[in-house]
Each structure stands twice: as structure tokens, then as C-alpha cells.
């Protein structure tokens, strides 16, 4: 995957109402490019705070030196139909087992209180990644008391992102449907997302 097409993919799951400083939490025209060779791609800073970010500031690739290409790839396949293997992670990236152990432990990390109903994301258990949805989910007892919370007013509806669309411009191989890469968009955005403002829902 081209490195500046999955930058600008990031960009737009994380913001898609334009950059807004993950320090101050200012957005418009106080955020500007910072440009030239000598910065990183993607750097803006913001003249409210004078703090300087990119798209992965606060998230599990905040630091990382794996390209963003490779972060979207394993995202993806945590979000295929089948259970996938660190082994098959390191082998589908072409990097070391313990890179593609911590890349699927920090993404992992990243959706534990994500309350949605993305099909399949877990944790390891020694090379494994196994589901992590409740297992009452689908439950008469689990539809009882969400009923009850309904009636009580104090039901939360699952917080669920919306895909847009942004992924389907990437070229990921071997070729996946469009259901799977709603799958991984939906992912992202929860990885990608502001804490401060998810609590909001």
C-alpha cells in the first residue's frame, strides 16, 4: 500500500470534519500543514497550544516506525471471517513474530471498550486471537435486562461507527470484499478515535 494513500485514509477516519489537535482539542484555522523536507509527513501544528501532531498522536501507532500501510493490513485481517494467528500476521506483513505480536496486542488494546458488534477482534491467547464479544450477547437473559434498561431509561445504544467509504480507495491484497473492508473501516475509526469525545455517546 502506498504510504501517503494510507496517511490520508488515517486522516479522514480520525477526522472527518478536518484536523483537530489531540492536545488542546482546537480545530479550523488555528490547525496548519506543516510542510518542507525536513518534518514529517502528515505533521501539523496548532497554533492555539503551539503543540505539533499527526493522525496517530494519542492512538496504539502514536511512535510506531511500522509503516501506516502494514497497521491497516493487520487490521484488516483481525476483521476477516476467520480466526487469524500471529504467525499468519507476521508471515502476511513480511516482519518479525515479536513486531506482529505487539502490532496485534496494541490494536487489540485499542478496542476493549468497544461496545459494538464488530464480528471478530480479540486478544492472543499464545498464538491465537479469539472472539472477545460477550458470550451473553445473544442471550434470552442478555435481551431481558437490555429491555429492562430501555423501560428504566437507562439503555445505551451500542456505539457503532459509520464507514465511509474512506478504505475502499486502498488496494488490499489479496482483493477483499466490500463487507470486509467496512469491517476494518469501522475498526480504525474506533482505534483512531478521541476518548475524550466517545464518552460522549
Not at 494510507?6 to 484555522?29: N, S
Not at 518542507?36 to 501539523?44: A, D, E, N, T, V
Not at 494519542?58 to 484488516?76: N, R, V, Y
Not at 506482529?100 to 491465537?128: C, E, I, M, N, S
Request: with cysteine; aromatic share 8%.
Amino acid at each position: 500500500m502506498d504510504e501517503a494513500a494510507c496517511r490520508e485514509a488515517l486522516e479522514r477516519l480520525r477526522w472527518p470534519e478536518g484536523p483537530v489537535c489531540p492536545h488542546c482539542g482546537a480545530a479550523g484555522y488555528v490547525i496548519s500543514k506543516v510542510g518542507g523536507k525536513s518534518h514529517r509527513p502528515g505533521l501539523y501544528l496548532c497554533s492555539e497550544c503551539r503543540g505539533q501532531f499527526t493522525a496517530t498522536v494519542g492512538t496504539p501507532l502514536e511512535g510506531s516506525k511500522l509503516p501506516l500501510g502494514k497497521w491497516i493490513h493487520t487490521a484488516h485481517l483481525l476483521n476477516s471471517h476467520k480466526l487469524v494467528s500471529v504467525r499468519e500476521v507476521e508471515s502476511a506483513l513480511g516482519v518479525t513474530y515479536k513486531t506482529a505480536w505487539h502490532t496485534v496486542q496494541k490494536l487489540l488494546r485499542g478496542v476493549q471498550d468497544y461496545r459494538g458488534p464488530l464480528p471478530k477482534f480479540g486478544k492472543t491467547v499464545q498464538d491465537y486471537i479469539e472472539p472477545r464479544l460477550p458470550k451473553t450477547r445473544n442471550t434470552l437473559t442478555y435481551w431481558k435486562c437490555q429491555q429492562a434498561r430501555k423501560r428504566a431509561g437507562t439503555y445505551k445504544a451500542p456505539r457503532v461507527p459509520v464507514a465511509s467509504g474512506t478504505l475502499s480507495l486502498l488496494r488490499f491484497t489479496p482483493p477483499a470484499t466490500q463487507a470486509h473492508v467496512e469491517r476494518t473501516e469501522r475498526f480504525l475509526i474506533w482505534i483512531l478515535r478521541d476518548p475524550e469525545r466517545s464518552n460522549e455517546h
